[in-house]
């Protein structure tokens, strides 16, 4: 059995679990600014700015959010995959300097706020 990070729900109700496998080949190899930010993650996936539906699958959920403990890089990006209805995990996450709404199709919750505007997103082939 493949070993898990954490495990935590989503504004939506979703169960989202980090593996380590994945957090080890993956993110941290290809996005070495995540390394040792495994708590950002989970932050982000908690707590985001928007959720949104992924460009490239309808099974895929995007969650952006601040990149707290970084000056550098604002913004964080997490990518899930629908594994059933209610239970889905991480594939990737790393930093940016955009908020990264090119990445969503259409945006299913974002969080509450006055500052916080529901943007015109770009129109993406399925």
Request: no cysteine.
């Amino acid at each position: 059995m493949k070993q898990v990070l954490f495990t935590t729900t989503d504004p939506l109700g979703n169960k989202i679990r980090l593996l380590k496998e994945t957090f080890e080949k993956h993110i941290i190899v290809r996005h070495p600014e995540m390394k040792g930010h495994i708590s950002e993650i989970k932050e982000v996936v908690e707590n985001p700015l928007y959720i949104g539906q992924g460009t490239k699958s309808k099974e895929s959920l995007i969650y952006l959010g601040n990149f707290q403990n970084n000056k550098r890089i604002p913004y964080l990006v997490v990518a899930v995959k629908y594994i059933k209805k209610l239970d889905k995990i991480i594939l990737t996450a790393f930093g940016t300097q955009n908020l990264g709404l090119n990445k969503i199709n259409k945006i299913l919750w974002q969080q509450k706020k006055e500052n916080l505007i529901t943007p015109t997103l770009p129109q993406h082939k399925n």
